[in-house]
């Protein structure tokens, strides 16, 4: 059975940066495709960042050029690295493999201007 444990959020100001952490267990990051989603409030939950098992990364418009996903195989964890915060990117952050229907609890990141 998968399950997924996301930590690293917090409260930040716009500009500043945090690394999300997705531990996985009950499937390998390394041969799966792993992607980071977000839900803010009122919003439908959207895939943000993904990477697939031969490391290749697709972002969505709203993030590109500011996140990073990457994983470490040894530690079987998904990370995001976030950086040039803005208010925008207020949401809670989840990680899932795309064979897997599990969703972790999440962690919230908040971006205050």
């Known amino acids: 059975q998968v399950q997924l444990v996301e930590s690293g959020g917090g409260s930040v100001q716009a500009g500043g940066s945090l690394r999300l952490s997705c531990v996985v267990s009950?499937?390998?990051?390394?041969?799966?495709?792993v992607a980071w989603y977000r839900q803010a409030p009122g919003m439908q939950r959207e895939m943000i960042a993904l990477?697939?098992?031969?490391?290749?990364?697709n972002y969505a418009p709203s993030v590109k050029g500011r996140f990073t996903i990457s994983r470490d195989n040894a530690k079987n964890t998904v990370y995001l690295q976030m950086n040039n915060l803005q208010s925008e990117d207020t949401a809670v952050y989840y990680c899932?493999?795309?064979?897997?229907?599990?969703w972790g609890r999440g962690t919230q990141v908040t971006v205050s201007s």
């Open positions: 899932k493999p795309f064979n897997s229907g599990t």
């Open positions: 009950g499937t390998l990051v390394r041969i799966n495709t």
């Open positions: 990477l697939t098992a031969a490391l290749i990364t």
